[in-house]
């Protein structure tokens, strides 16, 4: 039954209200089961009798609902086929009709079915879009090249491949040359309308579209009708990179408009242009780089021009790789020009730097550090600096350190006044010094032979840092920020004397001044030497540690509002490292640091805002369960229970993955106990479907389950539990994206419940996976079959075998094993990697040859194949262990958040070997197992080597049987 537009409407309207939203968004996900659920929500987005908010509540809910309800993991519609088809034939014409802020919603939604289905699945969308462009109505263009770009832009971060460029190849024959046409036919349009304010507004927005998509369709090839018009597209966008209009301008100077964004994507194509295709656009740069310095000359310092001006000094940056456009450089004089009338300007404080300092510090640290992806005007400025050092070092450095002296000489003169001089000196020092980019886990790993890195910082800045007042904070800043930047470079030694004065300014007044030390301490933690050592040892650390725990939580709880206490990431990534350098250390201080923990999850659960720092959080917990929890396992497990339990009752999905691991880890930490009932209680909610419905709870549901089932054996055969746990192995098992979670579930069963609890399943479990293995083999559903054969084989201690699933797979049909031994299992066992996979599958081929009937009497050739393969699995090596106690730094920068899986490095599970009796040479043992069976069964396997082995495997085995 189809739902009711009304109701829906009504439903879209209390999301809007803090008061209901809950119970209206748990609302709308029933109604969202009804067929025609979609279409019911394009109909209120499309229809003007609702207000605006509802139809942007529509849209936002249409969105979401195809995010999650398009298509499954392996890519089949969820949907029904004449659903699919009326969205797809309907989308494009409702987005073009809709206010703005409603198109970008849709446009995403667009993205997200694009994702699965274009080009192949939708291969009309590109013509339809073509059929609706008109040269003369910018207004209509916006919604059409809307989508377009929400498309093409999925290419820019992609790899090289045949299908992309199949795609880009489909959409560049169709849209190629009306796009050129449509360049054209603008032109004339913004000729025509240049004092008409309404129209010329219209069609910049689609200037700006326009070049967005020259960079898209660009962006891994010169599609080769740009290239044939190059002149004429090179002349269009001089035109506008040069075009101004009085109607354009904004009137607050914060604020970039529609000129700035045009220029501003002007000067990103041509930096692309320059790196990619110079051989056919070297004739046309020079013009572009005059323009370019005189832009950078004459522009304001208003804070509107700071993307322009950026992106104007990434073109001039991509040039200078160029030899013919360096050399205009070379020349002292020329350097000097360019150093006052652009480097400086761009690299020294201006007045709305210093407010963003005093009024909005988090913002100020997220500019400001290296690595960081915004747009300011000193990061671009220095890499320029950077570029031109790196390509004329000498002369370079030479009037660089003339500036800086001169900075650091007017400084000297009236340290009170002239504070800003000194930060410029050591802004311009920094980006001569270091060369390369500095990296995100060491910072500045090569510098200039003519700088000296210590000596800079024991002159003009270690003084900053031990005085107690007196200097401006900027400059304290300046000195921590140095120290960062350099870390990789500063001796071992050095860090011994400077790392007190880091930790002192954690005790700042000042807000980006105790953040950036927090940076700093943290990125330092972090840092080894050449010989894998830490370079500030845990020992210096460990007595600090509960004053620095203890002030860094304080800084985070300073103002208690969920938005506040998760704004600055920077110190919960601080607490998180100091927790994994001291480890066990940890313990005496386990109420404090449990009782902040708490807390902070107890304010931020209720309104998730930085997935930055809640990754850190929740890092810190994981941190302090594995290093504390071992020895208060009981005290943990009861404290963390309630505030665990709370974010799952509150439905807090951002939060839910995070916690499975952590409640996973709690368990693991105390194995051998019982299950306590609070944790029974959490049994039966997380084997409902619905929790599994969420991609991002599979990993960690699983984790969770796996911990569960050791401990709480009993209590789930006593409350019928196994079949659901089995209906959910099925469940995994039969995608793509879970196969694998579907086997660690099924292993962990196998491992815990008696044989007889699970007899009567074993038949159905093996049709599961064959039929699978049957119609949509992958190499990974395959090694993990490998992988669980060699585990029931190898398990005969709780009387499984290898001819226990020889018995199982006959069930299934008759003579199947033959086939499937010969075929998968034997070729398949030499891929598998992991030391603890190989072990398995050795100890499995050796009882099998030991103690299986089967293969003793029925097949004979059998016996010999697997005495082959297990020598094999001797003989060639296995690939070498991981360490399992380095804890793995994410770059959290590079990492995807969202309602996914993040995986939390300091819990991460740690292999564990059921099978620690047989040392540390498998050969010995593999030999000493054989000679008993055959002394067990009065010499039947001597009998089968003779009989059954090559000369070459008898000497092979026969030497372990000696040794």
């Not at 797809?88 to 703005?100: C, D, F, N, Q, T």
């Not at 003084?463 to 920020?481: M, N, Q, R, T, W």
């Not at 539990?721 to 994206?737: H, R, Y």
Request: hydrophobic share 40%.
């Amino acid at each position: 039954m189809a739902a009711d537009l009304g109701a829906v409407a009504q439903l879209l309207d209390a999301s809007l209200d803090p008061r209901q939203n809950k119970q209206a968004e748990l609302a709308l996900r029933q109604e969202e089961k009804k067929p025609g659920f979609s279409l019911s929500l394009l109909q209120i987005t499309a229809s003007a009798n609702y207000p605006y908010n509802t139809r942007l509540a529509s849209a936002l809910c249409f969105k979401n609902f195809i995010k999650r309800n398009w298509t499954d993991e392996d890519g089949n519609y969820k949907l029904a086929a004449d659903e699919v088809a009326t969205i797809k034939r309907e989308l494009i014409s409702l987005m073009i009709s809709v206010p703005a802020g409603i198109q970008t919603q849709l446009g995403e939604a667009v993205s997200i079915i694009a994702d699965s289905d274009f080009w192949e699945r939708w291969d009309t969308l590109v013509d339809d879009l073509v059929s609706r462009l008109d040269p003369k109505n910018p207004a209509i263009n916006n919604g059409v090249l809307q989508v377009a770009h929400s498309i093409f832009k999925r290419w820019r971060p992609l790899f090289r491949s045949d299908e992309l460029y199949t795609e880009i190849n489909h959409v560049l024959d169709r849209f190629g040359n009306p796009y050129l046409a449509l360049f054209e036919g603008l032109d004339a349009f913004l000729e025509e309308n240049k004092s008409n304010k309404e129209k010329l507004t219209q069609g910049f927005t689609q200037l700006n579209l326009m070049i967005k998509l020259l960079y898209d369709l660009s962006c891994h090839d010169l599609p080769p009708m740009f290239e044939d018009h190059l002149g004429a597209i090179s002349t269009l966008l001089l035109k506008y990179l040069l075009y101004d209009n009085e109607l354009l301008h904004t009137s607050d100077e914060g604020e970039s408009g529609l000129l700035e964004f045009v220029r501003a994507g002007i000067f990103e194509v041509l930096t692309l242009f320059v790196q990619k295709y110079i051989d056919v656009f070297g004739s046309h740069v020079g013009q572009f780089v005059g323009n370019s310095w005189n832009l950078l000359t004459t522009i304001g310092q208003e804070t509107k021009y700071d993307i322009l001006v950026s992106r104007a000094l990434q073109f001039l940056t991509s040039t200078i790789v160029i030899t013919e456009h360096a050399s205009i450089f070379q020349d002292q004089s020329t350097l000097s020009q360019v150093i006052e009338k652009v480097i400086l300007p761009n690299i020294s404080l201006r007045e709305s730097d210093e407010e963003l300092f005093e009024d909005e510090p988090i913002e100020f640290i997220r500019r400001d550090l290296e690595g960081s992806d915004s747009d300011t005007r000193r990061r671009a400025a220095t890499d320029f600096l950077r570029q031109l050092a790196d390509k004329f070092e000498d002369s370079v450095t030479k009037v660089v350190s003339q500036y800086t002296d001169h900075y650091l000489a007017e400084y000297a003169k009236n340290p009170a006044s002239n504070w800003k001089s000194k930060d410029t000196a050591t802004y311009l020092f920094s980006s001569v010094a270091a060369k390369g980019t500095p990296t995100a886990s060491h910072g500045v790993t090569t510098v200039n032979r003519h700088v000296n890195i210590a000596d800079f910082f024991q002159k003009h800045l270690a003084a900053d840092l031990v005085a107690e007042s007196g200097i401006h904070p900027i400059l304290k800043v300046d000195a921590i920020k140095y120290l960062y930047l350099f870390r990789s470079i500063i001796t071992k030694q050095q860090w011994q004397e400077v790392f007190p004065l880091l930790v002192k300014h954690l005790g700042s007044s000042n807000y980006v001044v105790y953040s950036y030390a927090a940076i700093a301490v943290e990125r330092v933690l972090n840092l080894s030497d050449g010989q894998g050592q830490p370079v500030i040892a845990p020992s210096a650390i460990t007595p600090l540690a509960k004053e620095l725990l203890e002030h860094l939580f304080q800084l985070i709880e300073k103002d208690p509002s969920p938005p506040k206490v998760q704004e600055n990431e920077f110190l919960m990534r601080c607490v998180m490292r100091v927790l994994i350098v001291i480890r066990e250390n940890v313990v005496p201080h386990t109420d404090i640091v449990l009782q902040h923990l708490i807390k902070i999850t107890q304010i931020i659960s209720g309104n998730p805002s930085n997935p930055r720092f809640y990754y850190y959080h929740f890092e810190a917990l994981g941190a302090f369960i594995r290093f504390a929890a071992p020895t208060n396992p009981e005290k943990l497990e009861q404290a963390l229970y309630t505030p665990f339990a709370a974010v799952l009752q509150a439905d807090v999905q951002e939060f839910m993955p995070y916690i499975f691991q952590l409640f996973a880890a709690l368990l693991e930490a105390n194995p051998s106990a019982t299950l306590p009932d609070y944790y029974q209680n959490l049994i039966a909610p997380i084997l409902m479907p619905v929790m599994w419905e969420s991609r991002g709870n599979v990993p960690a549901l699983v984790r969770l389950l796996c911990s569960i089932i050791p401990r709480g054996t009993q209590y789930i055969m006593q409350n019928n539990q196994v079949e659901p746990i089995l209906g959910i192995f099925q469940k995994l098992v039969s995608t793509k994206a879970n196969e694998s979670y579907g086997f660690d579930l099924l292993e962990t069963v196998v491992e815990n419940f008696p044989p007889n609890t699970l007899e009567k399943y074993f038949i159905s479990i093996m049709q599961i996976i064959l039929t699978r293995l049957q119609n949509s083999k992958t190499e990974n559903l395959t090694l993990r079959f490998v992988r669980f054969y060699h585990f029931i084989s190898a398990h005969d201690e709780k009387g499984y075998s290898a001819d226990f699933f020889i018995q199982v797979t006959e069930k299934v049909q008759a003579d199947l094993f033959t086939p499937i031994y010969l075929n998968i299992i034997l070729p398949e066992s030499q891929k598998l990697a992991r030391p603890l996979d190989r072990k398995t599958a050795v100890l499995s081929f050796t009882k099998t040859l030991a103690n299986s009937e089967a293969f003793a009497n029925r097949y004979k050739k059998g016996w010999g194949y697997t005495c082959e393969a297990l020598l094999k699995l001797l003989e060639l090596p296995p690939l070498p262990a991981a360490k399992d106690d380095i804890i793995a730094d994410h770059d959290v920068d590079d990492m995807a958040f969202g309602v996914g899986f993040t995986q939390l490095s300091t819990v991460r599970p740690r292999p564990k070997d059921p099978w620690p009796e047989t040392g540390a040479d498998l050969k010995v043992w593999v030999g000493k197992y054989l000679k008993e069976a055959d002394t067990k069964h009065g010499g039947r396997i001597s009998g089968f080597v003779q009989e059954r082995l090559s000369d070459e495997a008898k000497r092979v085995l026969g030497s372990y049987m000696t040794a």
